[in-house]
């Protein structure tokens, strides 16, 4: 059974910094991209930066880079996502995807976690 667990999500101050991971199982690891989304309320998903563990290849969205670093850990199955400067806008559930290979759309990506919620207070 294909599995993605995300934790790490909380309750942060603006500045401050989480990291979260998704943890997978059920499928063979290095050959998918993994990517964090978040949905914010009332918002569609927005792609937050991808992985291709096997070769280390990383992407971000604008809004995160220079403070999001993704990373992953292929001897764990699990990839993380280390948050810097949180902002309020940062706010949302985020989720991991296992997909074929990275995009900032939701459509390629296969398999999903159940999400984690990220608040950032002001």
């Known amino acids: 059974e294909v599995q993605l667990v995300e934790s790490g999500g909380g309750l942060v101050q603006a500045g401050g910094s989480l990291r979260l991971s998704c943890a997978a199982s059920?499928?063979?690891?290095?050959?998918?991209?993994i990517g964090w989304f978040r949905q914010a309320p009332g918002k569609g998903y927005e792609g937050v930066s991808c992985?291709?563990?096997?070769?280390?290849?990383?992407i971000y969205a604008d809004s995160v880079k220079g403070r999001f670093t993704i990373s992953s850990d292929n001897a764990k199955n699990t990839v993380y996502l280390l948050m810097n400067s949180l902002k309020p806008e940062d706010t949302a559930v985020y989720y991991c995807?296992?997909?074929?290979?990275?995009?900032?759309?939701?459509?390629?990506?296969?398999?999903w976690g159940q999400g984690t919620q990220v608040t950032v207070s002001s």
């Open positions: 059920g499928f063979t690891f290095d050959d998918f991209a």
């Open positions: 992985i291709i563990s096997h070769h280390g290849s990383t």
């Open positions: 995807a296992a997909g074929r290979f990275c995009a900032a759309e939701v459509g390629p990506y296969d398999y």
